[in-house]
């Protein structure tokens, strides 16, 4: 079974913060890159980090550089994302992914695995 579970998502504050987990089984991680994308209500998914899983090199957006950070658990096989300053802007389903495919690192039709998304709502 292979599978990519995220959590942590919930209702926050602007201003407030979160911490994202994306839990993976069933698939190796090692020879790639995890990413994290957000995608709003009738919104394309958008690149927001993503993360080497070998040497824990990591890409930001402009968007969120400064404000999230994403990490990689490798004993956990856990990538996760952690959000300070949210924006209401912020608000959407949150998916992390693993990319198996050409393409750059920011683009979802690079990535072969998903998650099934965590919702993260910004109020305010």
């Known amino acids: 079974q292979v599978q990519l579970v995220e959590s942590g998502g919930g209702l926050v504050q602007a201003g407030g913060s979160l911490r994202l987990s994306c839990a993976a089984s069933?698939?190796?991680?090692?020879?790639?890159?995890m990413g994290w994308f957000r995608q709003a209500p009738r919104k394309e998914r958008e690149f927001l980090a993503g993360i080497t899983w070998s040497g824990g090199s990591t890409w930001y957006s402009y968007s969120v550089k400064c404000r999230f950070t994403i990490s990689r658990d490798i004993a956990k096989n856990t990538v996760y994302l952690q959000m300070n300053s949210l924006k209401p802007e912020g608000r959407g389903v949150y998916y992390c992914?693993?990319?198996?495919?050409?393409?750059?690192?920011?683009?979802?039709?690079?990535?072969?695995?998903w998650g099934q998304g965590t919702q993260v709502t910004v109020s305010s």
């Open positions: 992914g693993r990319r198996d495919k050409g393409g750059t690192i920011g683009t979802p039709a690079a990535y072969g695995y």
């Open positions: 069933g698939l190796t991680l090692s020879s790639y890159v």
